[in-house]
């Protein structure tokens, strides 16, 4: 299965809570009928003050939606539904000139299954130019590898971009993520200032220009099969 993770802003008008409140509501209720879908997560960013707490990313809208392949994925957003109604919905919901997306494969590293009130840590990682993805898998494979269970995390999952994918396709909105969940907010905050932080940023700088970083809710819409309990 692959992981297509979407992104954007959300449209002029509309605040952080509003946005959230549709994404989660109706638009969740369009988009998991897409023929195919087989997993759909939407990111929430965490916010205090109604903004968000660890500062703007560039999007509002952060989504996993998994399919068997990219020919099952292109289906569904060729799809009539999707055209039409989810489409339509779309407008009122995000600034569609912002979409971004990334075409990714996921692993997960260590897995205690978290309950609702988890925080979820993601970290977006962005190529040097002239780097390349066997760089950045090699170094989250080995130097900046993080040990998940000594931060504090419950699981750890990783997305990487698949080799060629984009190829035809817009460049990826990044080329990995790095997904920690933890108990609550204040564990979560601890990790960012943490050895074990500073070490996985000196070393992935070796390949990567730098990261930015969303701390969420995650929504599950729909399980992927690898997910059902």
Not at 113 to 126: G, I, N, Q, R, Y
Request: aromatic content about 8%; hydrophobic content about 45%; some cysteine.
């Amino acid at each position: 299965m692959i992981t297509r993770l979407g992104t954007a802003p959300r449209a002029r008008g509309l605040d952080y809570r509003a946005f959230q409140e549709h994404w989660s509501g109706e638009h969740a209720d369009l988009a998991r009928e897409l023929p195919g879908l087989r997993g759909y997560v939407q990111n929430h960013a965490l916010l205090r003050d109604g903004v968000p707490l660890l500062g703007y990313v560039g999007f509002d809208a952060c989504s996993e939606t998994g399919f068997d392949d990219l020919d099952a994925m292109d289906a569904a957003f060729a799809s009539q539904h999707y055209r039409s109604s989810v489409t339509d919905d779309e407008h009122l919901l995000i600034d569609r000139s912002g979409f971004r997306l990334g075409l990714m494969q996921s692993r997960t590293l260590y897995d205690v299954e978290p309950d609702a009130s988890a925080v979820k840590l993601m970290t977006f990682w962005h190529l040097h130019p002239g780097a390349t993805l066997r760089e950045l898998e090699e170094l989250l494979d080995g130097p900046g590898q993080v040990d998940a269970r000594a931060a504090g995390a419950l699981r750890h999952r990783q997305m990487i971009e698949i080799p060629g994918a984009h190829a035809s396709r817009a460049p990826a909105v990044c080329n990995a993520v790095d997904i920690l969940w933890f108990a609550d907010q204040a564990t979560a905050h601890a990790f960012l200032h943490s050895e074990h932080a500073h070490v996985m940023a000196y070393e992935m700088a070796a390949a990567c220009r730098g990261a930015t970083r969303m701390m969420a809710r995650e929504i599950t819409i729909l399980a992927a099969p690898d997910r059902e309990q």
